[in-house]
């Protein structure tokens, strides 16, 4: 079954800390990852996208099909980067959506 | 319109009662889905349109669970009969060139049953 699990509820960290933010996910075939963010008080909306390859506010992702994983990477936290985080995994017609990560950034 | 509406944002009401949620997607975007969020918990699929049909309605939970979409618009989700598991956020979200573009969420009904 197509799964995606985030296994840290909570990620604290100090401002200029490096974070990351695990994901791994099970599926059978060419998977399209994703990961999605929800500031306090604000939709969630799209961070990034695993085919892009892009880097949004110094967030990085690189999906490693040998473990299975996209983890969510930012060299050096910020305090308006505290957050809830969401990996998801397309499947066919939707989005499976991991449990998700808060991360908070301390000053 | 700018982005996806949602109507209520804020529901309360008594167990047994019928509640309709309303989701307004992006002008022009053909995909729509309906996802629920339980406290604590992840974001689960309940329905996905294409249009106005329902290729993918896998994730409605039992038959008190429906759902419409009229005109490539507008989209009711109803639930009869309300339990208080039913207790969640419903998102809805809109996308026009499928997956691989992401998701437009709207800011979701907090439907709470009593």
């Known amino acids: 079954a197509q799964r995606v699990t985030q296994p840290e509820k909570l990620l604290s960290v100090f401002k200029g800390a490096p974070v990351e933010l695990k994901c791994n996910y099970s599926y059978s075939g060419s998977p399209e990852l994703f990961w999605y963010v929800q500031y306090s008080r604000q939709r969630l909306q799209l961070l990034l996208r695993h085919i892009s390859r892009e880097s949004i506010k110094g967030f990085t992702a690189d999906l490693n099909k040998g473990e299975t994983s996209f983890h969510l990477k930012k060299p050096f936290a910020q305090e308006e980067d505290s957050a809830m985080y969401y990996c998801a995994l397309s499947n066919t017609d939707k989005l499976i959506f991991g449990t998700g990560t808060r991360l908070q950034v301390f000053p | 319109g700018a982005g996806v509406s949602q109507s209520p944002s804020n529901k309360v009401t008594e167990k047994g009662k019928d509640v309709e949620l309303r989701c307004d997607p992006i002008s022009g975007h053909t995909a729509l889905y309906w996802y629920r969020q339980r406290l604590g918990q992840g974001l689960e699929f309940l329905i996905y349109?294409?249009?106005?049909?329902?290729?993918?309605k896998s994730g409605l939970p039992s038959d008190r669970f429906s759902a419409e979409r009229t005109g490539e618009s507008v989209s009711t989700l109803t639930i009869q009969r309300t339990q208080q598991e039913d207790s969640a956020v419903y998102l809805c979200?809109?996308?026009?060139?499928?997956?691989?573009?992401?998701?437009?969420f709207g800011s979701g009904t907090r439907l709470t049953v009593v």
């Open positions: 349109f294409q249009g106005n049909s329902a290729p993918d």
């Open positions: 979200a809109s996308s026009w060139g499928g997956i691989s573009y992401g998701y437009t």
